[in-house]
Every structure is written in C-alpha cells, then in structure tokens.
C-alpha cells in the first residue's frame, strides 16, 4: 500500500509539472519601461528655475497613462536609481519634512514601480534617509552587491521575481561599487560594495537554478563606459561595468544601466555568443526606455527578439490626477525655498570660476572658512551656469549656487601636498599655452593632439568642470606656460605669514574631494584611501549648502568680491585663452 501510494505521489507531481510548463503561453509580447537618473524631476515645475517644465514624472505619467488608453496594462517599469537627490523637493522630504513618506516613495507608488536599483546618490542621501524610504517603497529596491559587513548578506533586496502574462521574469540590481570613492564611511556605515562582474556570476546561476526564469533583466545603476576616468575592464570594482557584465557574464536577456546620464541602446553579441540588450536613458526624465520583448515559445524555452526605443515625455501632456495628488507638496516646498535669507549687492555668476579666480568660487571658501576656522579652503563651481542676482537671497538660489549634498570636512595636509593637490588641479584644467592662440581650457583630444568634437561639434572638456579645484587663504600662481607638474607656485599665506612645505595645515574641503572624488587625494597626493580618511581632523554634520546659507544669514548683505588669492600668468596668455574658450563654452 505504501508502495502503491509513493508511486501515485511521484505520477500526481511529474502530471502537475507537466501542466505548469504547458500553463506557459506559445507567444507573448511584454512591454517595460525604465527611467533612471531622475534626480528629484517628480513636478512638472522646475524648483532651481523657478518655471515649469516637460521632463518630469507627471510627463511619465501622462505617458503611461496613454499606453494604458491602448491597452497596454500589464506592463513592468522600472527605474536604474538615483531618485533620492537633485531638486529642493528631494532635499525638503530628506531633512525638512521627515514625518510623512517619503515625496520619493509616495511617488514611485503612486506609479506603481516594478523594481527599483540603488543609486549612488541614493546612498549619499545618508542611512536615515534611504533606510526610511525603503520601509516605505511598496515594491523591491535592489542592489546585489551592496553587502552587510555583519553578515555578508545583501542590505538591499539582491532580485526579484515577476510574472506577466505567464511569463517568469527575474530582475537582478546592482549598483555602481564606486561609492568609497565620493561618499564619506559614515554614510554607507555597515555596508561594502562589491565588484559587479562578480556579483552578477554569483547571482545568475542562483537565480537560474532556484527561479528558472524565462527572462533575465539586469537593473544597474552603473554606466555603459567601462574606460571612464581612466579605469578599464580589468579595473576591480570598475564604477561603470554594465557593458562588462552583459560581455563576461551570461544568462542576461537585458540590461537596463544609468549613473552616466547617457543615451544608449545596443544589442551585443557575449562572450558565450548569445544576444544582450543594454538600454541606458538619460536621466532627469528626458528620457523614458521602452522595450517590447515578443517571446515565442521553442521546446522547453523562448526565442526572443526586441523592439526598444526612447520615448521623450516631453511630448505627452502631464497626467492631470497625478498633478492633483502632488500639487500640495510641490506647493510645500516652494513655500519652503521660498524663504529670504539676506541681500546681495551685486549679481553672482559662476562663468568666470570655469577659467580661474572668481567672486563666485570665493563666496564659497569664505563661507568654509568662516566655518570651520581652517587655515586654508579648497573648492570649485558646482555649475556650468548658475547666477544669483542682485538683492534678495533665498534657499532656492542656494540650490542653484551649490548643486550636490556635499558634507564639510576639515582635513590636515602638508604644505607639499597642499601644492601637489593644486598641481594635479591645473592639470586637469588648463592647457599648456605656447602662444595667445593655444586654449586655456584642456580640451580632449585625440592621438594627434588636437582638440575633439561632440555629436553636435561642440568642444568637450577632458575632466568634467566639477574636478576644477582652487585654494583660498594663500597666495600663488599657475603658470600655464609650464610643463604640467611645475606649474604652481605658493609663496605665502594671504595674510602674509609664511607657507613651508614640510609644516601642516588645515584644509577646509567638501567630502566628495575629502573622500577622493577626483583624484586629487589619491593620485595627486598620492595618498592611500585608508591615509586620506586618516587625515580628516572633524566632519560638520550637515552639508556645505547648510553652512553657505548660515553664512549668509549671519552677514546678511553680501557684497561679491573676488580674493584674488591666486594668478594664472602668464596674465597674456590667460586673458587670451579665456576670451577665446568663453565664447566657446558660452555661445
């Protein structure tokens, strides 16, 4: 009799195994969306500028909203990360108003988020921040190789598991493991972030053995150039490894990337000889990935093609009951950004800190120094563009002077390192000039030395301008003329005392550069990481932008004023060079 029942228990399972696999359809046809990047652009109103806009996620709305109207209903979207910082909104519901959810996690639910991936500025959101919106999301926010430090299991959720139209699909996250880099310890305290090729050969087999999926998606909040600020594809830990992930490791289908602010789609051939998807959408909802996957079902599996495209929600209309149930937020924090602060005399532009000294990277190091009693400041431009006009400051004209949540440091370095890290900072900025024709600016370049064009036939600059960096409280020179690495020249501090190469100092610095973002730390001080950390002496618990409008209320009128702490001679040259390259940059 037990026999005889085993026997029936064993037919009865292989019937209901058989039934499960013909349950599966013969064809389907799946539609995803991803956005990534989105960086606070929730309204249809631009905070910083003070005006509408149309890129938003009401415009994502509105377009959804009309794929719905054509029957598009059983849908995934997704999103590649960084949703937690870049608009006055993000800042007020991250430190301002903490007692309701989250306006991110409100409005990710709202729309109704498949899967989420963690960004990197998600993370610098800090653990009070990102730990409250993820109790709050109501669908996974993924990261495989964001890994506890306690128990070497994932502190985000490492995949997840859907099912649309009796399709199975599996979402597997990660998230750009370059953090140690940019982000203070304290901020992703509990938490390493381990190498995505790696990862992802961990993961995949788990998931195909343990799930069995029909489709394999890749949501990585990582870029598609792999050669990024001099890395390559053996680089450990590469900050942009999605195109290393779908060549080295197999078993994707598609890989939705971000963190680079590019627009990407391309089908590549891996190393196994089987077709990936990489779809990368822009960021700030200029862009909405789409792709419709037709599967059609071959013996125990599906032959997949694809049909991806880039969908711009500018040109939908924003959905009028999103706009209704965001509106009392959005009014919120203008009310918020709206608050007067102090005056200014004069107006503030950024342009002249992109080719040397200026009044607007100056209000900065005042602001440091005044704050932290350092001997000395370093800072850069934080836009491309930014002004503040004359009279009435608030907190939104903050937001356009000072763009990221940067913490304050004050670390302690010596007077050479002081010098190598300004070295290592013309070098990224300047050109070595022979002549008044040459350009100031460092300008890429290809192998004959000339400079390059974008798609468009503008110049790019070789570094982004946010690695400029500059001193104030001493005075020196930067002589273009020279050989890179022999160009500066410190000959005091500005009040006149003596600098010495081999005494210590007190540098004022914002934790992106504190923490060896850019390299001036590390390859222009050579110093270590675990060196670099040791020579932070306080850290201010609050950001930069925190402090610049402390600063402001306590003088309460500003009047702009360059230091003019520092030269760039030879003074023909220079003035030459930044007639000729502003037109460029600015026309």
């Known amino acids: 009799m037990k026999r005889t ?6 037919f009865l399972l292989v019937l209901i195994t058989l039934s499960a696999c013909n349950s599966k359809p013969d064809n389907a046809i799946l539609q995803i969306y991803c956005t ?18 149309r890129h938003s996620l009401a415009h994502v709305a509105g377009f959804l909203q009309e794929e719905r109207k054509a029957g598009i209903k059983d849908y995934l979207l997704l999103d590649a990360g960084d949703f937690l910082q870049g608009q006055p909104s993000n800042y007020y519901f991250n430190f301002i108003d903490t007692t309701q959810p989250n306006i991110v996690s409100q409005v990710q639910n709202y729309l109704g988020y498949t899967a989420a991936a963690v960004g990197n500025h998600d993370i610098e959101a800090g653990h009070q921040v990102y730990d409250k919106v993820r109790r709050e999301m109501q669908f996974p926010w993924l990261a495989a190789n964001a890994i506890r430090t306690d128990n070497g299991e994932p502190y985000f959720q490492p995949y997840t598991v859907v099912e649309r139209q009796g399709i199975k699909i599996a979402i597997l996250g990660m998230i750009t493991p370059g953090i140690p880099k940019w982000l203070p310890t304290h901020l992703w305290k509990g938490i390493q972030f381990n190498d995505m090729i790696e990862t992802a050969r961990k993961w995949v087999p788990i998931i195909q053995k343990q799930e069995k999926p029909d489709l394999l998606i890749g949501l990585f909040h990582a870029g598609y150039d792999y050669n990024y600020s001099n890395e390559n594809k053996d680089t450990p830990c590469n900050e942009n490894a999605s195109y290393l992930v779908a060549q080295q490791v197999d078993g994707f289908d598609i890989i939705f990337c971000g963190h680079d602010h590019k627009e990407k789609i391309e089908e590549i051939n891996n190393d196994a000889g089987h077709k990936v998807l990489l779809i990368d959408s822009r960021s700030h909802c200029n862009a909405i990935g789409k792709v419709t996957v037709n599967l059609k079902r071959t013996g125990n599996g599906y032959t997949k093609t694809y049909r991806s495209q880039m969908i711009n929600p500018a040109k939908y209309q924003p959905d009028s009951v999103y706009i209704a149930t965001f509106t009392p937020a959005l009014e919120a924090v203008k009310k918020y950004i709206s608050t007067p602060l102090g005056e200014f005399s004069a107006p503030l532009s950024c342009r002249d800190g992109l080719f040397g000294p200026s009044a607007f990277t100056d209000f900065i190091h005042e602001a440091q120094l005044k704050t932290t009693g350092a001997d000395l400041s370093f800072s850069t431009i934080l836009q491309m563009d930014a002004q503040i006009d ?7 004209d903050m937001f356009n002077l000072y763009k990221f949540e940067n913490g304050l440091y004050v670390m302690k370095f010596t007077g050479k390192e002081i010098d190598d890290y300004l070295e290592y900072a013309a070098k990224l ?28 036939g503008n110049l790019e600059l070789a570094v982004p301008f946010y690695n400029y960096s500059c001193a104030a409280g001493i005075k020196y020179t930067v002589d273009i003329s020279k050989e890179i690495g022999n160009r500066v020249e410190i000959k005091s501090f ?13 540098v004022a610095i914002n934790s ?30 609050k950001d930069v932008r925190y402090y610049l409008t402390e ?17 760039v001679i030879p003074s023909r040259f220079f003035q030459a060079g930044k007639e000729r390259d502003m037109k460029i940059i600015y026309k």
């Open 512 to 541: 992106y550069r504190g923490n060896g973002g850019g390299g001036h730390l590390t390859i222009g001080m050579g110093l270590s990481k675990e060196e670099a950390n040791n020579r932070i002496a306080k850290i201010w618990d």
């Open 5 to 10: 029942f085993t026997n029936l228990y064993y």
């Open 36 to 53: 990534t990047d989105v960086h606070g652009s929730i309204f249809d109103f631009d905070l910083k500028q003070n005006k509408p806009t």
């Open 494 to 506: 500005t009040d006149g005392r003596p600098f010495h190469a081999d005494s210590t100092y007190t």
């Open 429 to 456: 900025q300047y050109n070595t000039m022979n002549s008044k024709r040459d350009h100031l600016l460092n300008f890429k370049k290809n192998d004959k030395g000339e400079p390059t064009t974008d798609k468009h």
């Open 551 to 567: 600063y402001i209320k306590a003088q309460k009128i500003i009047t702009p004023s360059c230091r003019n702490d520092w030269k």
């Open 390 to 396: 004359k009279g009435t400051v608030t907190i939104r």
